[in-house]
């Protein structure tokens, strides 16, 4: 057995939620990240096409209208259906677009996969397997789809749902088909998800485990660090799980999570996207968002002369939903 972090915690039950999705452009409901406090109450915002303003902050709102207008910029004359949201705790900013809208997971949803793993060792009041600790890095590190099949059947779907349940990401809808890549997700569920990790005041797992977690996501392979990265300024510390697969319909997903750390910065974006002509497209659409995120959140940083601007793999799926209808 392996020494990994995963000290007890109570057990909770399953819920299930009803899918559906909401029109391209629909205003995004309000929304509390949980964990983070009464301040940062998310206002509803209407997509970018209508103009309106994405962002809100309590502390620099000078900050949240210049944001809000270089995101709409960024998209602008883009193809791709894109949902964003994006918390900063060090400014209390918050930005949504499109974001209780239901796209296909691709393979971001393994960063749900690990949480529900590190959850149950805890409730099991063990640590972390050593297969359990391979599969991890595998899915998270490499992306690979056996490890993330593995982990997904032997949770089963009342352990992974109990695991959304936590995280209050309650508009997410798992496959029940073990097609876990077609997963129903949104963007402020997704931030959900993150806020498991990179938030303190969350409560889901141990700060152990999180660390854990946002250290794999730290480790992944070059080619897949496209994305939300770009654009990072160096000395962030860059975690990041991204999908991406074409399908029959409405083209390639195309989806990005990221985490951004360092001493004097804390924020995390969730990118997702379909409609996209080619991978390359979708990658394009979303690194133009994530540029002006950075560059608005760190003006006095520097971009990183390692931050990857690759699409990844020449237009190879990430082999995580099938291309026809099920």
Known sequence: MSSQPCPAAAPTGAATRPARRIAVGAAALAVLLPGLGTSAAYAT??????GANLCA??????????????????????ESTV???????????????????????????????????????????????????????????????????????????????????????????????????????TANDEMKVLAVFASSAANVITPSAKAYGLTLMSQV????????????????????????A??????????????????????RMAVLTEDNTTKAYGVETIQRIAEVVHRDLNPAGSTASTTPSASGPEETSDGSTPYTAK
Request: charged share 25%; hydrophobic share 40%.
């Open 45 to 50: 915002t209407p997509s970018a096409t209508a």
């Open 57 to 78: 902050s309590t502390r620099d709102p000078a900050l949240a209208a210049r944001l809000s207008a270089d995101i709409a910029a960024a998209r602008s004359g883009r």
């Open 83 to 185: 949902a964003v949201r994006l918390w900063d705790t060090e400014k209390q900013l918050s930005c949504a677009d499109n974001a209780d809208a239901h796209f296909d997971s691709a393979s971001v949803v393994k960063v749900t996969i690990m949480g529900a793993v590190l959850r149950r060792a805890e409730e099991e009041h063990r640590f972390l397997h050593d297969a359990e600790v391979g599969d991890l890095k595998l899915m998270i590190i490499k992306s690979d789809n056996d490890a993330a099949t593995r982990l997904w059947d032997g949770l089963g779907l009342d352990r992974l749902q109990a695991f959304l349940k936590l995280a209050k990401a309650n508009d997410t809808v798992l496959d029940r088909d073990r097609h876990w890549g077609l997963t129903q997700i």
């Open 221 to 244: 392979q070059g080619d897949q660090r496209w994305g939300t990265p770009y654009g990072a300024p160096a000395g962030i510390r860059v975690q990041v799980k991204n999908g991406w």
């Open 246 to 267: 074409p399908r029959a319909t409405h083209g390639w997903r195309i989806n990005s999570l990221g985490v951004f750390t360092s001493p004097g910065s804390n924020y």
